[in-house]
């Protein structure tokens, strides 16, 4: 890495439960403390107001870096606790007199802006995890969103966006002298063998009450997601029941929690799809259970630039997504994946049944996938440039 001319940084982020902005925080903050910089990450909980925080927080003190828990922090709006989570930020922000204020996800991002201009500082960075407003919100809240991004952009030095797709879709009104495209990175992570990922998996949806019956010769379609709207989890169990009655060795296994645990089991039932759709829950490390996966399934709404598609990538697993955000600047249709429009179950089911029934093709766009991750998407890079933007 070049010489870090920052001493101290100073990272906030609206929620500590795991995701793809998390994992950014994550390697960010983990590098620049290596590297001898003081590095403190201020955080929301993993859910509404005053919710506990997340596995963010208990990763970050495992690396030796210190947090800051906001309690006004959450994902939903309101006045009182926007007010509450700005006076609160700016006490930590006037406390820690960080060189570098570096905020993430669009809560953050406009508070913390503000807080950091309040209290001066001298570099205000803004990432942009794809842009919120493009989010299903009711009409009222992405107008409020758009405009916390137009004001999050007057007050930031700069804003790294990590992907083309959101460097092309800021909003016109946005100086574009401010934006830096970095993609996310990766290194090489450790998997679980074949084996002891789908006995694991299955042992933790067995205490369900409910078995995966053969689980050497299931197919496993297989996703990690928060179960939140956003990742179109509804669309690929619509689709999966065009997928079982061809094929009586398909399973769907879905790892993750969130908001839509509740109806997306009701959704699963109601297709008759409860023997053959499973729900593992939140899985520590998840990411070391790809290789239990034949096929990896992504078909959000919305993305920024998915991590957990850079994962399975790197794990060697065929991957289905949609053709959303970045996900086509990792992805080559029918090169290194296949692609899909959102929300398009035919669409989808097309996919999955010609990725099922082609064994030549998965082992061809798997190896391509992570041939282009390697390539081109490396942890080294996003740090180095970072490192450049503190400067």
Known sequence: METLD????????????????????????????EAGADVVVALGGSGGIGAPSGLLRARLEDAGVRTIFISSFARDMGLVREMAALFELLQIIRKERPDVLHLNSSKAGGIGALAGRIAH????????????????????????????????????HKIIVVSKFDLIHAPVLFSRRKLLLIYNGITPFSLLSREQAREELTAKIAGTARTLGDVEASFWFFSIAELHPNKGLDILIRSFA?????????????VGDGEQWSGLNTLARSLNLENRVFFAGFVENAREYLDAADVFVLPSRKEGLPTVILEAGL???PVVASRVGAIPEIIEDGVSGLLISPDDVEGLTTALLRIKEDTAL????????????????????????????YR
């Open 242 to 254: 065009s997928i079982v009655g061809k094929h009586k060795d398909a399973v769907l296994v879905i």
């Open 6 to 33: 920052a001493r101290k940084i100073l990272f906030v982020i609206t929620k500590s439960n795991w995701g793809g902005a998390q994992a950014y925080v994550y390697t960010l903050a983990k590098r620049f403390k």
């Open 315 to 317: 794990a060697r697993v």
């Open 121 to 156: 500082i001298r570099k205000i960075i803004f990432t942009v995890h794809g842009w919120a407003h493009s989010e299903s919100r009711p009409w009222y809240e992405r107008w409020i969103i758009l405009f916390a991004s137009w004001f999050t952009a007057q007050l930031a």
């Open 362 to 389: 998965r082992e061809r766009v798997r190896l391509a996938l992570h041939a282009r991750i390697v390539r081109d998407f490396s942890e080294e890079t996003m740090v180095k440039q970072t490192a450049f933007v």
